[in-house]
């Protein structure tokens, strides 16, 4: 069966959410504005990954680069792949977590400016995300207004922590407040992990750290109250949540017998049907166990276009779950209109005869 071969209607449009763009000129400016951070960061990066990874990573982003960064190249893997709609952000290496505050708002602005322009040269094809520089509390909400209100993307794209920000801190309340009051998607995609060099080899920086920066950062959304206080909140948790939803009865433990841990004001399993997650979780088990979890219809479609911790068919592996016809559905285009109500008419259309 082809990717191209429907699930259950011709006309229903295949959403992928969790797709890149690797924006040269960004890094660039960033290197020659801060040459010593810039230099620091690359030495960090380097001890948490080992020079295996870094020789093996450098290939990957060599073979992979047009289609990171030339639109034709992209529209016509996503034509391969099956995919009609493709929600754009830019890749994490441009968070660049340790800038300064002019530095760091200038890098946000100028990564979303150039997301915007990719959508626009293929707007019924795209959707975008930018950035907001998490390290600074202050200048999210400035950010989130400029990528959302005034260059019309759908939200924005943020890490696990920046600095000593984690996403339970106080100073986030009005970007989380300001999020959900313009139902801007926030998409969780951590870059890096602070286990550092007990990562350094066999690439367990990614395969290990990604999944567990995912669950220490729901954790403290969940646990803090945030998903209380702000119920509208639209948050898209990268890697299928990483190992949280898996593992869930022990973070339900803590919250009944530990009193710290009572942050929230029902146990930690509920809070996944107020999230939703990608699909990008590498095999059929897991797919089953992340929407035995969160439900079908938190769950919608990501391949992490086109690095190669990512898959070629993403589709595949959600028919491949046996999830059944309607939680399919779901996952490849309906959970997407929960998601981003901003899509649903481009969705109809695409769906009318």
């Known amino acids: 069966m082809s990717a191209r071969e429907p699930v259950i209607d011709a006309h229903e449009p295949v959403v992928d959410v969790h797709a890149h763009v690797l924006l040269p ?13 810039f230099a620091a960061a690359a030495d960090l990066e380097a001890r948490r990954n080992g020079p295996e990874s870094l020789a093996a990573s450098g290939v990957m982003i060599r073979e992979r680069f047009a289609k990171l960064t030339d639109l034709p190249t992209r529209l016509a893997a996503m034509d391969d792949a099956g995919i009609d709609i493709q929600v754009v952000s830019p890749s994490p290496s441009h968070y660049y977590p340790w800038a300064d505050a002019s530095l760091a708002d200038r890098i946000a602005r100028a990564a979303s400016l150039a997301t915007a322009e990719l959508v626009a040269a293929a707007p019924a094809r795209l959707l975008g995300l930018g950035l907001v520089p998490l390290q600074h509390p202050a200048l999210l909400v400035p950010a989130l207004e400029y990528a959302v209100l005034e260059l019309g993307l759908a939200g924005v794209e943020i890490s696990s922590s920046a600095g000593d920000v984690e996403l ?5 309340e009005p970007f989380w407040a300001r999020a959900e009051e313009l139902e801007a998607v926030v998409f969780l995609h951590p870059f890096g992990c602070t286990l550092d060099e007990r990562l350094d080899r066999f690439y367990l920086a990614n395969t290990v750290g990604q999944p567990t920066e995912n669950a220490v950062a729901l954790s403290h959304l969940i646990f803090s109250g945030v998903l209380d206080r702000h119920p509208g909140l639209r948050v898209v948790a990268a890697h299928g949540g990483g190992y949280l939803p898996g593992y869930l009865g022990r973070s339900d433990h803590a919250w009944r017998v530990r009193p710290e841990a ?7 399993s509920s809070y996944l049907r107020r999230l939703w997650f990608d699909s990008l979780v ?3 088990a897991g797919l089953r166990t992340l929407v035995g979890a969160a439900g079908a219809d938190r769950v919608v479609l ?8 990512g898959v070629e068919d993403p589709i595949a592996l959600v028919r491949e779950a046996g999830l059944g016809e309607v939680a399919e559905r779901a996952i490849l285009s309906g959970s997407i209109r929960s998601l981003i109500p901003a899509l649903s008419p481009a969705l109809d259309r695409a769906v009318s005869p």
């Open 282 to 284: 590498h095999d059929a």
């Open 168 to 172: 339970s801190d106080e100073r986030l």
């Open 302 to 309: 990501g391949s992490d276009f086109p690095f190669d911790m």
């Open 262 to 268: 009572h942050g929230c004001i029902e146990p930690p």
């Open 25 to 37: 000129a960004l890094r660039g400016l960033v290197q020659a504005s801060d040459p010593d951070g």
